[in-house]
């Protein structure tokens, strides 16, 4: 592993997340080695979302990761009933690299975090992109306000606490 950038497995939420708030290229310029399964990138039907992932894929950005044994991805599915093949695919991964993982999916979340593996989800990235000085102020609001409106299972309490630190900033 690399001394200089963390590994990241992403969910599909996630994916489609950044694609939806036209963050995906802005996340790449953290820096990270971003790595996901063939059974997540499988779960991407959008031709409007592929288009904007593949990018990332062809230019290694986004590596998929086949190295995975199937069997140990059933075994993940057979002992965790509520995560998908695609959600178990990616605990292997995150296991077999002890990566962190970037998810918005409860399920996948409270399972990860039992296997004592970092879960972040899109408010961190928000964050960190706005830490780093890669969104401002109010485009980092902008994007959070949207949030709300293009994902359902935005986290609301989450999003307007965010809102308010990055408010109250100098």
Known sequence: MSDKKQIVIKDACILFDLVDL??????FRLGFIALTT??????????????EISKFVNSGQLQIDSEGEFAEVQKIYDQYPGL??????????ALRKSAIIYSSD???RKISVK??????GILWIIEELHT????GKEQAVDILNLY???????PLKEIRN????????D
Do not use: H, Y
Request: net charge negative; no cysteine; glycine share 6%.
């Open 84 to 93: 998908s093949i695609p959600d178990s695919s990616v605990l292997e991964l």
């Open 132 to 135: 780093k000085g890669f969104l």
């Open 38 to 51: 063939p059974q997540v990138i499988g779960e991407v039907t959008n031709e409007t979302q592929w288009q």
């Open 106 to 108: 409860g399920s996948l």
């Open 148 to 154: 709300e409106t293009i994902n359902q299972r935005a």
């Open 162 to 169: 965010l809102i308010t630190k990055i408010l109250k900033e």
């Open 22 to 27: 036209n963050l995906l290229g802005d996340f």
């Open 115 to 120: 296997q004592r593996l970092t879960v972040r």
